[in-house]
């Protein structure tokens, strides 16, 4: 069956310190993918696409990784701050249609 | 501002009510769409619309209803046989039509059943 993973459980990290974030996914074969942000009872907001022929993609402090043979990609967060506490959803594009992961929650402490 | 717009914030639906929500956007988009939102599950796809007077079912369609008869607008209708309403309720919007696009979204509308 076709899934998109991403870790359920909370990431907490130090500010300062680098966020790892996993996007795994099972029986799809996108050509893009996609991160977006959600704070708390509002929209995602989009943040990067990244394609299938590019293996990395950097704007400002984020940078996404994109590898088509492990089925994975990786949202780094550098120098994290407070205010990069939201949850980070994946979103990959698969046959008309753009699906989304379940989103992990970023919590940075001051 | 550009954006999009979705009301009410919050809305109650009584048993065996018809309910709709609103989402207006002035970003001159051609696709919209609407997804629903439960806690533990990603975004579903519930039905969208890449050109005026035309929209497509998603993934969970039934017990829903859109419309489209103007390009910015795109509201959606919870019917009565929706038996599982509760939600948060997102309605999103690309500038063309192909699903790689990047999707904006609206503040969103959370259902509950009273």
């Known amino acids: 069956s076709q899934k998109i993973e991403q870790n359920s459980e909370a990431l907490n990290i130090q500010e300062g310190k680098t966020a790892t974030l996993t996007c795994n996914y099972t029986?799809?074969?996108?050509?893009?993918l996609q991160w977006y942000r959600q704070d708390p009872g509002r929209g995602p907001v989009f943040l990067l696409l990244?394609?299938?022929?590019?293996k990395e993609k950097r704007k400002e402090r984020l940078k996404v990784t994109f590898d088509t043979t492990l089925k994975q990609s990786l949202f780094h967060i550098t120098a994290s701050q407070p205010t990069d506490s939201a949850t980070y959803l994946c979103?990959?594009?698969?046959?008309?249609?753009?699906?989304f992961g379940t989103g992990t929650r970023l919590l940075v402490s001051p | 501002d550009g954006g999009i717009t979705q009301s009410p914030k919050y809305l109650f639906r009584k048993e065996g009510q018809n309910v709709t929500l609103s989402c207006e956007q002035n970003?001159?988009?051609?696709?919209m769409y609407w997804y629903r939102q439960d806690p533990g599950q990603g975004l579903r796809l519930i039905y969208y619309?890449?050109?005026?007077?035309?929209?497509q079912k998603g993934d969970i369609a039934e017990g829903y209803s859109v419309s489209r008869e103007k390009k910015e607008s795109f509201p959606l209708t919870v019917t009565s046989a929706q038996k599982n309403p509760t939600a948060f309720y997102l309605c999103?919007?690309?500038?063309?039509?192909?699903?790689?696009?990047?999707?904006?979204f609206g503040p969103g509308t959370r259902l509950l059943v009273l």
């Open positions: 999103a919007s690309s500038l063309g039509q192909g699903f790689w696009e990047t999707q904006y």
């Open positions: 990244i394609r299938e022929n590019e």
């Open positions: 970003l001159n988009h051609d696709a």
């Open positions: 619309s890449q050109i005026v007077n035309d929209f």
């Open positions: 979103a990959l594009e698969s046959f008309q249609k753009l699906v």
């Open positions: 029986n799809y074969s996108p050509a893009y």
